[in-house]
């Protein structure tokens, strides 16, 4: 069964919507818990408390921005402006953001490494982050592609009728 457009767009827009949210509560209110709970089982650690929070609040910045091109793609598709220039270029900023995202990651665990506090499960976390940021990079750069190769299909087209 085929999704109408506006179908389509509310089910991406509900999509987004409740992303935001678990994202805001996972980065206010259960990372700090967790962190929290860290500190009273290692005391030693709760000078990271803080720097640790403010790289985790920096890293939703990208993701947040790329969730907005994600709400602007869906009023496109709402619109029947599935194949335009206005989607290339979102999903082109959603790749830049995800891989600013791998970059933040990385240099976040190198700068762990640095200081000698790259615990393996870290190092875990922050492997599966990049590598889940550099499979959006990836599959927006195809959809980015395809969406140019639509559109200029759909120019070719208008100006033959």
Not at 7 to 28: H, M
Not at 82 to 111: P, T
């Amino acid at each position: 069964v085929v999704m109408k457009q506006s179908e389509l767009a509310k089910s991406l827009k509900l999509f987004i919507g409740l992303t935001c949210i678990i994202l805001a509560i996972c980065a206010f209110v259960i990372i700090p818990k967790v962190g929290k709970d860290i500190i009273l089982e290692s005391p030693e650690y709760s000078y990271l408390y803080y720097p640790f929070l403010v790289f985790i609040w920096i890293t939703i910045i990208p993701f947040y921005a790329a969730l907005f091109e994600g709400w602007k793609i869906s009023n496109e598709i709402n619109k029947d402006n599935s194949f335009s220039k206005k989607n290339m270029d979102s999903l082109n900023r959603i790749r830049r953001y995800a891989l600013s995202e791998c970059f933040l990651y990385f240099v976040g665990a190198l700068i762990l490494l640095y200081f000698n506090l790259l615990h393996l499960s870290i190092l875990i976390i922050i492997l599966f982050v990049i590598f889940i940021a550099m499979c959006i990079s990836v599959f927006t750069a195809v959809l980015a592609h395809l969406v140019q190769k639509a559109y200029d299909l759909k120019n070719e087209n208008d100006l033959t009728i």
